[in-house]
């Protein structure tokens, strides 16, 4: 760690997933500071090899994590830290931390209450909701700081609903060529469409399609026959 102001990229909440962005502004960073549910062990030891890590275990990391505490009081440049995953878990009895870090909540929070900062830097993972994807990176030197809201590009902004229905896509589309695959083999062997139809359980209209492309692109594999149905 080089000496002088220390830089802490504050994040929560990634649940298996490291986006290219936040990685790069991990990398400006001395230390990083996770709120917990990394729902990932590689993704904590990926973490964990490059700068200083300083975490908690969330709701969602389970048997890998159990060496994790769920409530973290630790210092960094002479500023008092105190962190759980769920701001519920805080003890009420606070004493000198000066900075209150939690997740949970995939919502961005920084607010003063009592004299101590009160940050929840909110989720950098998947999208939830509506709810804007964020982090945030603390400046840290003796015994004071500034904090800076990293609000994330909206391009990034996908959520486990959309990674699964592209997913099922892409298994949807591997499924069709195969069936174009195969109805390709039978009617090059000269099978009737009525046949194949009734075997394949396809339709003969697909069926048909496919023979009258065949005809005219003798050629064709079953990429570009499933392209020409779909209109690609």
Request: with cysteine; glycine share 8%.
């Amino acid at each position: 760690m080089r000496g002088g102001a220390i830089r802490a990229a504050v994040i929560s909440d990634t649940h298996g997933l490291l986006r290219p962005e936040v990685e790069k502004l991990i990398a400006t960073c001395d230390v990083v500071i996770h709120g917990g549910d990394f729902s990932d062990q590689m993704l904590y030891h990926r973490l964990n090899t490059r700068q200083p890590l300083y975490a908690v275990r969330g709701n969602n990391d389970n048997g890998w994590s159990k060496s994790l505490p769920t409530i973290r009081r630790f210092s960094l440049a002479g500023v008092r830290f105190i962190m759980a995953h769920d701001r519920a878990d805080i003890p009420r009895d606070l004493k000198e931390e000066q900075v209150v870090l939690f997740g949970h909540s995939h919502r961005y929070h920084q607010q003063m209450e009592g004299g101590r900062l009160w940050l929840n830097p909110g989720s950098c993972g998947y999208k939830r909701f509506t709810l804007p994807l964020s982090m945030a990176v603390m400046t840290l030197q003796d015994g004071e700081y500034q904090v800076e809201p990293i609000w994330l590009d909206e391009e990034y902004g996908r959520s486990r609903e959309d990674v699964a229905k592209e997913a099922g896509q892409k298994e949807g589309e591997k499924d069709q060529l195969f069936l174009v695959a195969k109805i390709m083999r039978f009617i090059k062997k000269g099978e009737k469409v009525s046949w194949v139809a009734d075997n394949l359980e396809a339709e003969p209209a697909f069926v048909e399609a496919i023979c009258q492309i065949l005809a005219a692109q003798p050629g064709a594999d079953a990429h570009q026959v499933l392209a020409r149905l779909v209109g690609r």
